[in-house]
């Protein structure tokens, strides 16, 4: 195989732009060498802010291979005659081919014909630059920009484009740029142009230019430099990975120093400043073992200056000047209670056909009479407080500049105004989860409220039209469902889904554009879709489905039910009970509402699975009614070889009219025993 070395050179692309863009520049890439059975190595992608680049090896030569090409139909290619019509001659000369060797063959709409092309490989080396124009082309970004006179789109200007197959130049030219084996290191510290040959000594090249060319290892060096100068500063670092992995991005080559701040701004909240130096700066905070901010931070330059204090005094001025910032806007929202804020919310929108923030506070306030008692009906007074206040701090200046202190900034300004601690938390809380593994409200009050919200929102957007469609999902609800499910399975709270969202339906009734029971069963299927996607990675799908399909009440009792069953499914009796009794489900297709008559009994084996059906019928119903699913089935498989005998034994659809309604009976009374368990109909047991 040949190596294939590709770089692109730029002015410096914005930090998000670039794991992204390498991500596409690979997939894209990978394709088109697919597409032209180019077999190929895996692929190494590296990038900063001034590259995007990629290394794999490639097969020198493409193979020889046979294409297929369909064409019009035959009517159209040839005469009554059959004697090739212009449509057909041009075909074949279209595809390189005779025109007696046209096949005819089937296509979507009739008899077609087919054109086999019989293609000579060319050298990798023939087809990659226009693969790689292709490639460059289709970059994705979320803003592309045009410069000078030049129609080719990119984030930002290029500079220069290496291009090496096995050290020799690829030709190619894209936005006025010509490929070339030339690179550069750091734009300050080693500017200067070196010839690329190969992998190995390029890599070499740039670590000895100031270029770490990996994300993660930029990324390594900038927590482990930060930690060590918060431990100097007599501190601990506050570990921020999604700054970190901002600020990896950010530079070429990281040197972190350490910086201070004055004493006064310690007086506004931590999460405050912190927020502060993160989103304006990109700074890490400093705290000592207790967790309490210290005036410390570290900052990290892009560049090795002459002097790194006249570097921080410059970054601690700008700091400055946010902090007091901070400092004003939390000032001047503690001359209110938080409670004052919230009459404001009957101005701001939350959706523009779901009305305000005002009138969701109103429709969680009645969820949350509707939940209490399925949570601690003693904290409704204290839920509904909370409520009061849970979006309150969306007018206050701190959140209008810092957005993702919101709920944060509530739980603080609600412990200052002397709030009952449950209400504080519950206001942060029910933001809870934000993300697929973050934390879940930490008691009934936060978790009540948590899921009122987020039911509102999803029953809300659902009776308004705005269903998920494929990846775009602007108001969450993918998430805002998964939250539900998991606060319900967490804290085990056995809420009737379909009457909490007819109730849900019902507050929302002035605001739909859909009927309450489209909205009422679409958001139950949704829901439903979330949990099998949520558990699909822990047990087989046909397990799940089987679980579901018997009934999708509390998402407790589902858990307890599909987590049985998994358990269950590791004893030797499983596939053999599993197998029995799909078959009484196959067979009894649907329940037959009579009493089982044991004197029509014709077999000694009806008999015996009747009798060993009323020793265990007590036991496994008890089991079921408190949740102790796998001693339930542990009951029911001693039902087993009964039920085996039984079909071995008798027809189940006698010629008998009263024999056969006799035994559907039984089978019916057999089914009623697991039926809440699972459909084991689903089940796979081939």
């Not at 993160?278 to 700074?283: D, E, G, S, T, W």
Request: charge should be negative; aromatic fraction near 8%.
């Amino acid at each position: 195989m040949a190596e294939l070395i590709f770089e692109i050179g730029t002015e410096e692309l914005p930090a998000g732009f670039i794991r992204p863009a390498l991500e596409g520049l690979s997939t894209l890439l990978l394709k088109e060498l697919n597409d032209l059975a180019l077999s190929h190595g895996e692929p190494i992608t590296f990038g900063t802010p001034r590259r995007l680049g990629i290394v794999l090896n490639v097969e020198a030569q493409q193979p020889d291979r046979t294409e297929k090409v369909m064409g019009p139909k035959v009517d159209l290619c040839f005469d009554a005659e059959k004697k090739p019509t212009k449509t057909g001659l041009g075909f074949a000369k279209g595809q390189g081919v005779a025109v007696e060797s046209l096949e005819v063959v089937e296509g979507p709409k009739g008899l077609c014909v087919q054109a086999t092309r019989h293609l000579k490989g060319q050298p990798a080396a023939m087809l990659l630059p226009e693969v790689l124009f292709k490639v460059i082309a289709k970059i994705p970004f979320r803003k592309s920009m045009r410069w000078a006179s030049l129609d080719e789109a990119f984030a930002r200007p290029i500079h220069w484009i290496v291009a090496v197959l096995d050290g020799e130049i690829l030709p190619l030219s894209f936005a006025g740029v010509k490929s070339g084996n030339e690179s550069q290191g750091h734009r300050f510290l080693c500017p200067e142009l070196f010839k690329v040959k190969n992998s190995e000594q390029f890599f070499e090249h740039l670590s000895q230019s100031f270029v770490i060319p990996f994300h993660e290892e930029r990324k390594s060096l900038i927590r482990e430099e930060s930690r060590r100068l918060a431990e100097q500063a007599g501190g601990k670092l506050m570990e921020d990975e999604p700054l970190f992995d901002e600020v990896a991005d950010l530079v070429e080559y990281p040197f972190p120093e350490l910086g201070s701040f004055e004493n006064e701004y310690l007086i506004v909240p931590k999460e405050i400043l912190v927020s502060s130096m993160a989103k304006h700066q990109r700074y890490f905070a400093i705290t000592d073992g207790a967790g309490n901010l210290l005036r410390r931070f570290v900052g990290v330059l892009g560049t090795k200056v002459d002097d790194p204090k006249v570097a921080v005094a410059g970054n601690e001025k700008v700091l400055r000047a946010r902090l007091s910032d901070a400092r004003f806007f939390f000032e001047e929202d503690r001359k209110k209670h938080l409670s004052d804020f919230a009459p404001g919310l009957e101005k701001v929108t939350f959706e523009e056909r779901l009305g305000t923030i005002a009138e969701k506070v109103r429709r969680i306030q009645e969820q949350l009479r509707f939940l209490a008692p399925y949570f601690l009906q003693a904290k409704l007074d204290e839920a509904l407080r909370a409520s009061e206040l849970c979006k309150a701090d969306l007018l206050t200046n701190v959140v209008f500049e810092f957005p993702e202190l919101q709920g944060i900034m509530g739980r603080i300004y609600a412990n200052l105004d002397g709030e009952a601690k449950g209400v504080a938390d519950a206001i942060e809380q029910h933001y809870w989860p934000r993300f697929a593994d973050d934390g879940l409200p930490e008691n009934d009050v936060s978790a009540m409220l948590a899921i009122a919200d987020k039911m509102d929102t999803l029953a809300g957007c659902f009776g308004v039209g705005l269903i998920p469609t494929g990846a775009a999902d602007p108001y969450a609800l993918r998430r805002q469902a998964l939250g539900i499910l998991r606060i319900l399975n967490d804290g085990a709270y056995d809420v009737p889904l379909k009457e909490w969202v007819e109730h849900t339906v019902n507050t929302l009734r002035p605001k739909l554009k859909r009927t309450p029971e489209e909205t009422l069963n679409d958001v139950l299927r949704f829901v439903e879709g979330r949990y099998r996607n949520w558990k699909s990675g822990a047990f087989t799908p046909d397990l799940i489905d089987a679980v579901v399909t018997a009934g999708f009440e509390t998402i407790p009792d589902v858990e307890k039910r599909l987590t049985s069953l998994s358990e269950f499914q590791k004893r030797e009796e499983y596939l053999s009970l599993a197998v029995a009794f799909k078959r009484v489900m196959n067979i009894l297709k649907e329940r037959v509402d009579a009493s089982v008559k044991p004197d029509l009994f014709e077999h000694e084996s009806e008999k015996e699975l009747w009798e060993q059906f009323g020793r265990l019928r007590e036991s496994v119903f008890t089991s079921e009614k408190s949740g102790a699913y796998l001693h339930a089935l542990m009951d029911l498989s001693k039902l087993r070889k009964p039920v085996d005998s039984f079909f071995e034994s008798v027809l189940v659809m006698s010629e008998n009219p009263e024999v056969q309604k006799n035994r559907l009976a039984l089978l019916t009374a057999l089914s009623e025993l697991f039926r809440k368990i699972a459909d084991f109909r689903k089940i796979q047991t081939d």
